[in-house]
C-alpha cells in the first residue's frame, strides 16, 4: 500500500503529542492532525511560540480562545436515563481543542500513580455496582516511561511524599516558589497528621530545555502559559517538528478510520479539512493513508469518533466505564489576603493521605456499608479571577465592599480533592440522538451518576479538610461538591455535570477481548493498527490527575510499535 | 494603562441606548466611594469602586457588538504581554479566528445584539433619570434572561482587560489592588511566599 505517512496522530494534546514525538524519534514518518486551531508554536524551523498566551481572564475563561467553541460543537449530559435524553447542552467537560490540547492550559500537577493504583481489584477487592478490575499492566512496567515524562515535560518536585511509589531516579528540577497559602495549610495539615508535600508540577522552576523558569504570573490553571515554562506538550511538539519528520496540520477534524475490507486493518483516515471555513459550503472531505493510526482525542471525543464509526466496539465496551473525578472542593477565607488567585501555579502543595486511607477511614466505609473507600489528591490552592468572583457576589450595593474585602478571591484558600471514581458500565459516553455539531456530525454525550463509594469517601474526607482549614486559621470554611448533591444542586453555579477535568476509561485496556477495547500495548483489538494514546484506556481513574500517566502509556505504546521498548528499572535501584 | 478602544465605525447602540446602558451596569454593580471599610492595603483608605457602567460598560458592549466592524475582529486581545510591566504591547493586536469560529461569534453576537435592543427598550428611555429603587424595579421586571446576560457583561467589562473597552484605565483593578496581568515580569519567589513581608499578614 502507498501511504502517506507512517502514522496519522488523530489529536495533538499530551497523548497526540507524545505519540509523535517517540515515533518522529524512532525515524517515522507523522501527520498529526488536530480539530482545533494552532496558538501555540510556530509549524516552521525554527518553531517558536506564537505568542498568543496572556494573562487575560476573558479571552481564557470566557470566550473559549482555546476551543472548542460550545455552538458549534455542542455536547450533552444526563445523570441517568430518568433524565431523558438530556438535561443540559453546551459546553460538558470541554478540554481545549487546541494545537496542545488540554495540557496548554492545566496547570499541571503531575504526580504518578502508586502500585497498587493498579491492582485494585486484587488489592482491595470488589464493590458492589461498580466493575473494579486489575489493570493488565503494573507499576513497574510504566516506571521507565514515567521517568522519560518526567523528563521530556520537565516535572519540578521533590521526594518527599511517604506513599510515593518508588522511583529509578531523581524528578530533573526542584520544586517551584511555595505559594503563601500553601505555607499555612501545609503545616496545619501535617499538625492534624497528614504528610502534604511540594506538587509535582509540569512547570520549568529553573531554565530548562531551552524554556525560561516560570514567573509565578499568577494565571496557570485556565491559561496558556506567556512565558513557555509549562512544558506539556509544548515541549514534545517542538521536539517531534525539530525531526523533520512531524507535520502538524491545525483544523481537521478526523470522521473515519478507513479499513480493508474486512475491516481487520487500518488504512488511514478520512476527515473535515475546516480550514477552508464556512464560505466554502461543506468542509472538504480528505483522506490521508498510513500504516498505523494513533487515535489520541482524549476520553470524550476518541470513543465518540469510534462510535460513529462503528469501530472497535465489538465488545460493547466502547464509550462505558467512564470516569471523572468527584471533586470534594473545601474552601475557606483568611482574615488576610493569601493571593492564592494571582501569584503562583494555582497550587503548590498536594496530599495524598486519603487514597491510602487510615482507620478512621476504613470505619467510614464499614459506616456505609461499603468494603473500602479511597479518596483522591488533594491540592492547597488558590481561587479563580476577579471576573469570576464578581459573578459570583450577584448584582447589587454590596458588590463593590465585597469585591474589596475579597473573600471569595484574595482571601480564599481551596483544597480540591480529586475523588477516586468507580467503573461503572451505564456512566458513558455515547452518540446523542439528534444533537450534531455544527458539521453534522453526532455530537458526544455524557451519562454519568456517581457510585455511593464516591459519596462516602467525601462524606468523609469533607469535615477533614475544614479541620484543617480552621487550623490554619481561616474564618469560616464550607464544603460542596462537583457534581452538586442535594436539593439545591440544579441551581449550583457550576452545573450539574461534574466540573473535573480529568476523564478516563472509555476504551479500556484489558487482557480479555470480550471485556475491553484495547489490549495491554493499546491496540483496538478489532484493528490491531489502530493504538489508543489518551486516558481513554485507564482501567480506573486513581485519585490522580491522568496526563502524566497517560503520557507516559502513550510512551509505552509507540515504543512498543517502533520495537524499541525501554528496559524496566529496579525498584532497588533509585531513591524511593 | 492602555485605551484601544477607537470610536465604532458604525454605533451598535445610539445615545439614548447608551445612557441606559450606562445606567442598567451601574446600578448591577454600583459605584463605591473612597475610604470605605475594608480598606484593602494597611492604613490607607479604600480607592473607590467605579460603577461598571461609569467605567466604560457601555464601550465594552458596544466593542463587543462591534467586534466584526474591526479586522481582526475584537473577540481576543493579543499577546503574550501587555507591556505595562514590560515586554511587548501585545493585547491590542487582537487575534484572526477562523472561518468557523468567525461563524459562531456572528451568531452570538447577534443574539446579543437583539436581547440588548429588547431589553434596553424594555427598561425604558427614562431608565437614567430614575432614582435608585426606580431603577432596581424596572430591573426587576426584566426578562430574567437579559438581566443575566447584561450582568455578565457588567462584571466582564468592570474586572476583564481594559482593553475590551470596560474597566477605564484599569481603576476596577486598582480598587481592588489587583494588578491586572504579570506577565512577563510576574512575581519574584519572596512576593509569592512572602507576600506581607516580613511584619506578617496585617490585611
Ligand atoms: C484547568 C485544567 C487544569 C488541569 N490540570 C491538570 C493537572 O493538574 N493534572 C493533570 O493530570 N491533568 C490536568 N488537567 C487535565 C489535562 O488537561 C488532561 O488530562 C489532558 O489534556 C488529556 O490529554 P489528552 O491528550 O488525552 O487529550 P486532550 O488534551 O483533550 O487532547 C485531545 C486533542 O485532540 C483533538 N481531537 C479530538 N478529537 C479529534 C478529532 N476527531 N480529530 C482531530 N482532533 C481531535 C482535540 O481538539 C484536542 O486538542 C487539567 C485540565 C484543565 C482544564
Ligand atoms: S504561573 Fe508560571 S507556569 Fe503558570 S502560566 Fe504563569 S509563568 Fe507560566
Known sequence: MVTDCDAVVVGSGPGGSTAAHALTRAGWDVIVLEKGRNHLLALEPPFGPLGHMSN?????????????????????????????ERIHVGDVNNLPSTVGGGGVHADGKLPRF??????????????????VVDWPIAYADLEPYYAE????????????????????????????????????????????????????????????????????????????????????????????????????????????????????????????????????????????????????????????????????????????????????????????????????????????????????QRAAARAAGLPWIRGGLVEHGGAAGPVQEALIYGPGRHHPDAMRDSSLRERLWVFTM?????????????????????????????????????????????????????????????????????????AHPMGLAPASRHIVGTARMGARAEHSVVDPECRLWDCPNVVVCDSSVFCTSTGYGPTLTLIALAARTAALLTGEPLSAADPGSGPR | MDDTTTPPSAPHLDDAQRRTLVALFDALLPPAPAGDDPAPAGDDPAPAVPGAGTAGGDRYVEQLLGAFDHDPPRIWAGGPTSGRHGGIDGFG???????????????????????????????????????????????????????DLAFEHACESLYGDPVYGGNRDGSAWAAIDFRGDTAPTGWTDDEVTNPHGPGGPTW
Open chain 1, 418 to 490: 480529586q475523588g477516586e471514581d468507580l467503573a461503572r458500565p451505564e456512566n458513558r459516553i455515547d452518540l446523542d440522538p439528534t444533537l450534531r455539531d455544527v458539521w453534522g456530525g453526532p455530537a458526544g454525550r455524557m451519562t454519568w451518576s456517581p457510585h455511593r463509594h464516591e459519596l462516602a469517601a467525601s462524606a468523609h474526607v469533607g469535615p477533614i479538610l475544614e479541620a484543617v482549614l480552621f487550623e490554619a486559621g481561616v474564618e469560616w470554611a464550607v464544603t460542596s461538591t462537583s457534581p452538586p448533591l442535594g436539593e439545591d444542586a440544579a
Open chain 1, 114 to 131: 502508586r502500585e497498587d493504583d493498579f491492582a485494585l481489584r486484587s488489592s482491595l477487592g470488589p464493590v458492589e455496582g461498580a466493575d
Open chain 1, 149 to 360: 515524562a518526567e523528563r521530556l515535560v520537565g516535572v519540578a518536585g521533590e521526594e518527599t511524599n511517604p506513599f510515593a511509589a518508588w522511583r529509578s531516579g531523581p524528578f530533573p528540577m526542584p520544586p517551584g516558589a511555595d505559594m503563601f497559602g500553601a505555607t499555612l495549610s501545609a503545616p496545619a495539615a501535617e499538625r492534624l497528621g497528614l504528610h502534604p508535600y511540594r506538587a509535582p508540577t509540569g512547570a520549568n522552576s529553573v531554565p530548562y530545555d531551552g524554556r525560561p523558569a516560570c514567573v509565578n504570573c499568577g494565571f496557570c490553571g485556565y491559561y496558556g502559559c506567556p512565558v513557555e515554562a509549562k512544558g506539556d506538550p509544548v515541549a514534545l511538539l517542538r521536539a517531534a517538528l525539530r525531526t523533520g519528520r512531524c507535520r502538524i496540520v491545525p483544523e481537521s477534524l478526523v470522521v473515519g478510520v478507513t479499513r480493508t475490507p474486512d475491516g481487520r486493518t487500518a488504512t488511514g483516515v478520512r476527515y473535515l479539512d475546516l480550514s477552508a471555513g464556512p464560505a466554502a459550503g461543506d468542509p472538504p472531505v480528505r483522506e490521508l493513508r498510513s500504516r498505523v493510526v494513533v487515535l489520541a482525542g482524549g476520553a470524550f471525543e476518541t470513543p465518540r469518533l469510534l462510535l460513529r464509526d462503528g469501530l472497535g466496539n465489538s465488545s460493547d465496551q466502547v464509550g462505558r466505564n467512564l470516569m471523572v473525578h468527584f471533586q470534594t472542593l473545601t474552601v475557606g477565607a483568611f482574615p488576610f489576603r493569601v493571593f492564592g488567585a494571582s501569584r503562583g501555579r494555582s497550587v503548590t502543595h498536594v496530599h495524598d493521605d486519603h487514597i491510602v486511607g487510615d482507620d478512621a
Open chain 2, 93 to 147: 493586536d487582537f487575534l484572526e479566528l477562523s472561518g468557523w469560529e468567525a461563524l459562531a461569534w456572528r451568531r452570538r453576537i447577534e443574539g446579543w445584539a437583539e436581547a440588548y435592543r429588547t431589553g434596553l427598550t424594555q427598561l425604558g428611555e427614562d431608565f437614567a433619570s430614575l432614582d435608585e429603587s426606580g431603577r432596581l424595579e424596572r430591573i426587576e421586571r426584566l426578562d430574567p434572561g437579559f438581566r
Open chain 1, 56 to 84: 487575560d481572564e476573558l479571552k481564557f475563561t470566557r470566550r473559549h480562545v482555546l476551543g472548542p467553541d460550545p455552538i458549534l460543537e455542542p455536547r450533552s449530559f444526563r445523570r441517568d436515563g430518568a433524565d431523558g
